[in-house]
């Protein structure tokens, strides 16, 4: 029986006690992730936030992890279950739960819930998403100053506005330090397939791109782009020990803190739905350290530019910003307004889309 099923059956023991019982249980916490943990990746990210939460918060809860729960059916089944079992606090850890969870949330207020990459809330459900964009123009200076090629590959998942603000942010960031910079990208129409991942980085550098990054789940892209000699960055999780040779930097994401947040507002019965949206600044995104390939001098302009960010004095959106067709898609002295972020469908100026 797990911590989770015997904290709850210790109670319905303790019959004659239950003021005692009431004090002293733990809260449940619960976590639906639709793969599993893993190495790296999404999946893993989040649950090295589920870890910290847990230490933070040590006694006061037991958290209960549900992996490799579909999005869908499977997921609205998982949510009730966690929540008829009395779960406080339940983070849905996937946009493709956000609609079940809503109803979900709506027939249980006294519960918590908060669903990652969603974009609609309850009164008692959340939403949480990282800026990535933020990552992505520092990893676009990385990329824009070791490319000598000035073509650098992309591949993606789908293209979905969390993976488009994060490439039209990359390319910001290159262009910023190399106008010459392009970038070639690729979707592969999965979150995580290695086989296909591999194969349109192999396409890519055919192409005589000398950097690579994705925004895919696994570590593939970077396994390919080093056993050929390129350099890379990973997304999600620091990947160096899979591509020990060539490996640059990553975006990686935190949500330890967030957790904690979340759980220990819920615990005092401050439930309110909201969106959330962190970065550099909150601390939710930042890069990995940096490989050896990597000059002081790009690692110092790094660190100046997270710095701008995060004081609020560099916008990765700040015009003029035009697509790959020309059209003007942020006019000169205006930033994009994060609202708009959402909804983006479009390629900034220096993204080329091929086919695999």
């Known amino acids: 029986m797990n911590q989770f099923l015997r904290r709850s059956a ?37 649950d090295l936030g589920r870890k910290e939460l847990e230490k933070n918060l040590g006694s006061k809860i037991v958290v209960r992890t549900v992996p490799n729960t579909l999005e869908g059916a499977d997921g609205d089944r998982v949510a009730r279950e966690l929540s008829a079992d009395g779960t406080k606090m339940i983070f849905a850890v996937g946009f493709g739960y956000m609609k079940a969870v809503l109803q979900i949330a709506s027939e249980n207020p006294d519960k918590c819930y908060a669903t990652s990459s969603a974009y609609m809330t309850g009164p008692n459900a959340s939403g949480y998403n990282a800026k990535w964009h933020e990552g992505g123009y520092l990893a676009g200076i990385v990329a824009g100053k070791t490319t000598k090629s000035n073509s650098i590959g992309f591949v993606g998942a789908h293209p979905v506005p969390d993976v488009m603000w994060y490439l039209n942010g990359f390319v910001q960031g290159a262009r910023s330090v190399n106008p010459k910079a392009n970038v070639r990208a690729v979707f592969v129409g999965s ?67 967030f957790y904690t947040k979340m ?62 067709k020309g059209v003007v898609r942020v006019a000169a002295g205006s930033v994009l307004p994060p609202s708009d972020l959402g909804k983006m469908d479009w390629f900034a100026e220096g993204i080329s889309v091929g086919q695999r």
């Open 191 to 257: 979150w995580s397939d290695p086989p296909k991942e591999t194969e349109a980085a192999n396409a890519l550098l055919n192409q005589g791109v000398d950097v690579m990054t994705h925004y895919t789940n696994s570590p593939a892209v970077v396994t390919a782009a080093d056993g050929r000699g390129v350099a890379s960055i990973s997304f999600h999780s620091d990947m160096r020990k899979y591509a020990p040779k060539h490996y640059l930097t990553g975006v990686t994401h935190h949500w330890g803190d």
């Open 263 to 324: 759980t220990t507002d819920a615990l005092a019965g401050n439930c309110k739905g909201a969106l959330y949206f962190g970065g550099i600044k909150e601390g939710n995104v930042k890069l990995a350290p940096f490989g050896p390939q990597v000059p002081k001098d790009v690692a110092d302009l790094v660190a100046t530019k997270t710095k701008e960010i995060a004081d609020g004095r560099l916008n990765v959106f700040a015009g003029p910003i035009k697509d790959n």
């Open 10 to 46: 210790a109670c319905l023991l303790i019959i004659t006690a239950p003021a005692i019982c009431s004090a002293q249980a733990p809260a449940k916490v619960g976590f639906i992730y639709f793969g599993p943990v893993g190495d790296v990746g999404w999946t893993y990210q989040h």
